[in-house]
């Protein structure tokens, strides 16, 4: 016998996080950017641009039953290795060690969807360990763009199991955007300077201050009299 309540409609949220202004942080959304582009997926599948949202993602995954997330994550692997954890798995690779803000706050989006008395179903994280952070205004690096198609193989699978028909693109299907369209990948590359022309580790104009200062002013911030 069942007490008469109705299951709640599948909701399937696949989530990108992640800085795209910081190098490898990028990966989470291009991955979700690039699984738009590729694949046709059902209406009761949503794909989301997380960037650094935080816990301000909680209200946008309250009645999600499954979700994938694809991220950066400092996991004990090789720099561009890829790692998938599932539900149980995630809190020990997610707190791993801190590299971002955002990844610190994914920890607790999922005490605060249990604490509003949410759980999803299933939750899969796809992973990458970064190679590069400190590149302000970069792209993702060689190595972990080469794992972009894997990536998107891993989350294809995931979904397959949950039920999903995910089918590769073909013909005039019109892609879903994901990203807005002034950091889109194609966008965004084509009209990135050089490191050389922009400098990419702060503002050159402080930096150029900052070696022009003696030790003692760099210390203090001051300037001598």
């Known amino acids: 016998m069942t007490d008469g309540t ?56 309250l ?24 539900d149980d798995e995630i809190p020990m690779i997610m707190g ?45 690096t060689e190595k972990v763009q080469a794992q972009v198609p894997a990536a998107l193989r891993l989350g294809v699978e995931e979904l397959r199991r949950w039920g999903v028909d995910v089918r590769e693109r073909t013909g005039e299907a019109i892609p879903r955007d994901v990203v807005i369209s002034a950091l889109a990948r194609e966008r965004y590359e084509s009209g990135r300077p050089s490191a050389e022309v922009a400098c990419r580790v702060g503002d050159e104009r402080f930096l150029a201050l900052r070696a022009a200062q003696s030790p003692d002013e760099s210390e203090t911030g001051g300037t001598s009299a």
């Open 63 to 86: 009645d999600a039953t499954h979700v994938l997330l694809f991220d950066a994550v400092a996991h004990r692997g090789e720099p561009g290795e890829l790692i998938v954890a599932r």
């Open 96 to 140: 791993a060690g801190k590299m971002s803000l955002h990844q610190v706050g994914m920890n607790d989006i999922l005490a605060s969807l249990e604490l509003l008395n949410h759980k999803p179903a299933h939750f899969t994280v796809v992973g990458i360990k970064p190679v590069e952070l400190a590149d302000y205004g970069g792209s993702l």
């Open 6 to 61: 109705a299951a709640p409609p599948r909701r399937i949220v696949v989530l990108g996080v992640g800085n795209l202004l910081w190098a490898d942080e990028g990966f989470g959304v291009r991955c979700v950017e690039a699984l738009g582009e590729r694949y046709d997926l059902p209406e009761d599948v949503g794909l989301m641009d997380g960037g650094t949202l935080g816990l301000a993602l909680v209200p946008l995954l």
